[in-house]
Nanobody, 121 residues
Framework: QVQLVESGGGLVQPGGSLRLSCVVS????????WSWYRQAPGIPREWAAR????????????NYASATKGRFTISRDNAENTVYLQMNSLEPEDTAVYFC??????????WGQGTQVTVSS
């Protein structure tokens, strides 16, 4: 059974930084694509309402939403079975619950439970 657990969220002032972690347990053999999504306050907690933030493809290519490009960085530590999202220059508009997503071999989709990020002075 694959499980994803996010951590690292919290309250930060505008302009600050946070690093989110997504630790994976279980067998994840295969071709994996990792992504981070977020869900802003007041949006129903349905997966279809989540905003895509960044992705890391099996070959190591990264892609970012226009709202996060240049400020966020997605990376992976295979030895630790962990995916990270480094977030810099945070803005109040980045306030959301952040979710980690794994698509394994293009078929199986797994989500974490989310971690809250609040950007406020």
């Amino acid at each position: 059974q694959v499980q994803l657990v996010e951590s690292g969220g919290g309250l930060v002032q505008p302009g600050g930084s946070l690093r989110l972690s997504c630790v994976v347990s279980g067998s994840i053999s295969g071709i994996n694509e990792w992504s981070w999504y977020r869900q802003a306050p007041g949006i129903p907690r349905e997966w279809a309402a989540r905003e895509w933030v960044a992705s890391l493809s099996p070959n190591g290519n990264t892609n970012y939403a226009s709202a996060t490009k240049g400020r966020f960085t997605i990376s992976r530590d295979n030895a630790e079975n962990t995916v990270y999202l480094q977030m810099n220059s945070l803005e109040p508009e980045d306030t959301a619950v952040y979710f980690c997503k794994l698509v394994r071999s293009g078929v199986n989709v797994y989500w974490g439970q989310g971690t809250q990020v609040t950007v406020s002075s």
